[in-house]
């Protein structure tokens, strides 16, 4: 009886720094992309400046189609885990 509460307990532990460590990565991916998107609209914001609008144009809609793609297959993802 001793063995299985401990069993138990055990699992819950494992359970519970899952889900911790999984936040914690989470957290740090959208702290990486957002510095990533920063960085890429200020690389935009200087291409402008320095009259290249074809640089400018090609890089700042790859970030926002990154970002935009990021949200919407990070959102099906977790709609995909709730069905199940």
């Known amino acids: 009886m001793r063995f299985t509460e401990t069993e138990a307990d055990h699992r819950r532990e494992l ?15 959208q702290i990486f992309g957002l510095i990533f998107g920063v960085a890429a609209l200020i690389v935009v914001g200087i291409a402008v400046v320095y009259n290249s609008p074809w640089v400018a144009g ?6 926002i189609l990154g970002v935009v793609t990021a ?6 993802e977790a709609v995909a885990k709730k069905v199940q």
């Open 71 to 76: 949200f919407v297959l990070g959102r099906r």
């Open 58 to 63: 090609i890089l700042g809609s790859g970030t």
């Open 15 to 29: 359970e519970r720094r899952k889900v911790e460590l999984t936040a914690i990565q989470v957290r740090r991916g």
